[in-house]
């Protein structure tokens, strides 16, 4: 079984600002990452994804993450925000193992969810 | 493409009444779940189903049932709603293809 901590609930920032949001993962198994975003009344829709070669990883909107296996660690960074990257953010994993039929279930878990807060 | 459409958006039950949420994929997916959203808690898989006329539970099924009869369907059912599942509902469906989830919108429910 796998599972996630985000470490941080809310994260308020000025536009223009770096902002880093945190997410630190569980697993006996190798995993794969993945960052969604959320916006007000919104599904949800896919930032950023690690399945396996480089660690840094870069997604829509400027956001890029870096995968650490030995501090079994995804975080999600930006070097400049806009007021229109406020809404909540999700890390998640999905175990990399295979079942019988050489495929995964492809079942998420995920983290609490960061809400990103970007002020004028 | 439409993705994946649930119906209805929003509902207000009593408690004790049932209901079914419907969700439709036009993406060919064989994987299909059913997640709720809590706050503070992110999404838990309630239910979720690996191909037409299979099922399976997920982390929080308690209280629900699930249905696949057609490939491109998955309906998610309370057969006695609590307060306790008030929620926003969101499908999601899945092909190893792209390794990603693909969302439905959600469905707001409210138990009084």
Known sequence: AQSVTQLDSQVPVFEEAPVELRCNYSSSVSVYLFWYVQYPNQGLQLLLKYLSGSTLVKGINGFEAEFN???TSFHLRKP???????AEYFCAVRSAALN??????????FGQGTILTVHP | NAGVTQTPKFRVLKTGQSMTLLCAQDMNHE???WYRQDPGMGLRLIHYSVGEGTTAKGEVPDGYNVSRL???NFLLGLESAAPSQTSVYFC???TANTGELFFGEGSRLTVL
Do not use: C, E, N, P
């Open chain 2, 31 to 33: 994987y299909m779940y």
């Open chain 1, 100 to 109: 019988a039929g050489g495929t995964s279930y492809g079942k998420l878990t």
């Open chain 2, 70 to 72: 057609k490939k491109q």
């Open chain 1, 69 to 71: 296996k030995s501090q």
């Open chain 2, 92 to 94: 999601a469906s899945w």
């Open chain 1, 80 to 86: 400049s925000v806009h007021i229109s990257d406020t």
